[in-house]
């Protein structure tokens, strides 16, 4: 009672005469009669909000059981026949297989090696050395996956390029090839470039982590003869263990979602060997204007990332409470 | 002398510092790689691609932006700017509306929007090419625009509001008592305390927009309408024959947001960090 009696004083300064006189007679009103004028200010949002995100999602389930072509505007419903053509297509399992293998190495280099990463660099005495590495591994990330595509692009090619150059620099020449011209390196070399540029972002989200640690812990375990190693192993890595769980499931969630390092690079060739979930959409979408197959394929992706989602949102949950 | 246990820590200390100065060589190598080679000429990039360029020649820049980056350079810049405006004015309202108002379903009404985050762009992809036709949108800027904005209003919102509701409403409620409308209390009191968060939240938009790709490879066909990612694309598909200018294309794309990283930094640490927590 007392603390909102002395609410509705003026703060020091604020002490005008104008407020003063006012005071009794404006607060009740704002506070409840007529609430619905605040809608205004969350009205905008939600009416893009529904505009261009969820009214499309909706739609998205309607043409998923449909064939329609969009430049000739015939529809047709046909029941769940796109799903079944989606799992009787090999391209398409190649896709969901390669996306895994996106998200299983991503977990590895942008989970793992990130957490080990920061914990190292966090363990360094120098401030300003910490945040210079942080921030080099980091700018990769702030470059357009374009941009990263164009460029990998180029370290891969047979001539001229980086990676070969370097091969023949260290005496592996019999090792050179035509990295994303080859079926059997082009999705782990698209996947390579992928890393590079993401790693430095999930190191930085860790080392943010690993600074809410307190202090004291280290000091006090180094007191007692604990090495740096064993503190990261016994102090770091458990106590982050809840932004390594919900880095997991944004990586794997991310991995699902996979589309601009593919296209810019391969475009899901050679034969199909580099297809995401992301360009098949993209293929049979807009290349082969199989527009119900295609977002059979959104439906899909929907599912994954939601399933997901849902399982970020207990994890945030229980960790708020 | 040193005895061995001695030397074993300094030894660690070496070797973790070798790794971590190699893996700067990792990220940085690359990026100078592209560079460098903006400076060199085509049979020079194709020849060795570790020399450094015989002179310092520029002109590929030059022939870059004739070439469709000057276009792309300001589509960019028109479109990013525009949809991180909308972008954050939308949801600077929608959190001061959830967190400094009584308003009815204020939960549900979060749900809804945060619920956004959940949904990955390529999900609505295909009916939006229609409704986009349908609305007359496709292939402007509108587009781009509204979609970035759209897609990027729950997040904003989220990041804005978890930094609102901790801000003390005193003041706000002083301001009220002063004989402020809401407008008023909203644009000289509630935005400069936030501040810090706006401008992690802006900075955010920037990188989102600026680097976004699949939006502005389906909404938009033509050359005189496409941003920098999609317009880099089509031009290294066309100027087989010019690498150089490519690689002047894509400094030019890069460059700027590295600029903004460096600058930005702190506020952006501090985004993200708010921003993964969601």
């Known amino acids: 009672m007392s603390t909102t009696q002395q609410k ?103 989970v793992f090696f990130a957490l080990v990463l920061a914990s190292l660099i966090e363990n360094l005495r120098n401030e300003r050395f910490r945040t ?75 080392a943010v982590a690993i600074q809410r640690i307190p202090r004291e812990y280290y000091e006090a375990s180094a007191l007692d003869g604990i090495g740096p190693v064993r503190q990261i192993f016994s102090i770091t890595i458990p106590l982050v263990r809840e932004m390594t769980g919900l880095m997991m499931i944004v990586t794997i969630s991310g991995a699902f979602q996979v589309f601009n390092e593919v296209m810019v690079t391969t475009s899901g060739g050679p034969d199909n060997s580099t297809q995401v979930l992301g360009t098949w959409l993209y293929r049979s979408g807009f290349i082969k204007n199989d527009f119900g197959y295609a977002a059979a394929i959104a439906t899909v992706i929907f599912v994954i990332t939601l399933a997901l989602a849902l399982i970020q949102v207990r994890y945030t949950n229980k960790r708020r409470v | 002398m040193t005895s061995p246990t001695r030397l074993w820590p300094i030894i660690g200390r070496l070797v973790l510092t070798g790794f971590l100065l190699g893996l700067v060589i990792v990220v940085l190598y690359p990026l100078l790689w592209m560079v460098i080679s903006s400076m060199k000429s085509n049979s020079e990039i194709l020849g060795n691609p570790f020399a450094w360029p015989t002179s310092l020649d520029l002109s590929s820049y030059g022939r870059a932006i004739d070439k469709g980056v000057g276009t792309y350079l300001f589509n960019s810049v028109l479109v990013t700017a525009l949809s991180v405006v909308s972008t954050t004015l939308l949801s600077a309202w929608a959190a001061f509306g959830l967190t400094r108002i009584n308003i009815p379903f204020s939960k549900p009404i979060l749900m809804i929007i945060v619920g956004g985050l959940m949904l990955a762009p390529t999900v609505a992809l295909v009916p939006l090419v229609k409704l986009m036709q349908s609305w007359g949108l496709y292939d402007t800027y509108w587009a781009l625009i509204i979609l970035y904005t759209a897609f990027r209003v729950p997040f904003t919102t989220f990041l804005i509001r978890s930094y609102m509701i901790d801000l003390p409403i005193d003041v706000d409620e002083a301001a009220v008592l002063d004989g402020a409308t809401r407008r008023q209390t909203f644009w000289r009191v509630t935005m400069p305390m936030c501040t810090p968060i706006i401008v992690s939240a802006v900075i955010l938009q920037v990188l989102f927009a600026w680097n976004e790709f699949l939006f502005a490879l389906i909404f938009i066909g033509s050359d005189t309408v496409k941003t920098l990612p999609v317009g880099l694309a089509t031009l290294s598909s066309r100027a087989v024959t010019d690498f150089p200018s490519v690689f002047a294309g894509m400094t030019i794309a890069a460059v700027p947001m590295i600029v903004l990283f460096i600058l930005g930094q702190r506020y952006f640490v501090r985004g993200l960090a708010e921003g993964v927590g969601r």
């Open chain 1, 8 to 110: 509705t004083f003026p703060p020091p300064g604020l002490n005008t005469p104008a407020a003063g006189t006012a005071l009794p007679r404006r607060r009740k009103p704002a506070r409840k009669k007529n609430a619905w004028p605040g809608l205004i200010w969350v009205l905008p949002g939600l009416v893009t909000l529904f505009l261009f995100v969820y009214y499309p999602l909706v739609l998205n389930f309607r043409y998923s059981l449909e064939t329609s072509n969009i430049f000739t505007g015939q529809q047709r419903f046909v029941g769940l026949d796109n799903y079944a053509r989606l799992a009787a297509d090999p391209v398409f399992w190649k896709a969901l297989g390669n996306n895994c293998l996106y998200a299983g190495i991503s977990i590895v280099f942008q």
């Open chain 1, 132 to 206: 210079i590495l942080r921030s080099i591994y980091f700018l990769p990330s702030a470059i357009s996956l374009t941009v990263t595509g164009l460029l990998f692009a180029f370290i891969y090619q047979p001539q001229g390029g980086l990676l070969n150059g370097l091969l023949n620099a260290v005496g592996l020449e019999s090792l050179q090839q035509a990295w994303l011209g080859n079926p059997d390196t082009a999705m782990l070399g698209v996947i390579m470039m992928s890393q590079w540029q993401g790693f430095g972002y999930c190191t930085l989200l860790f």
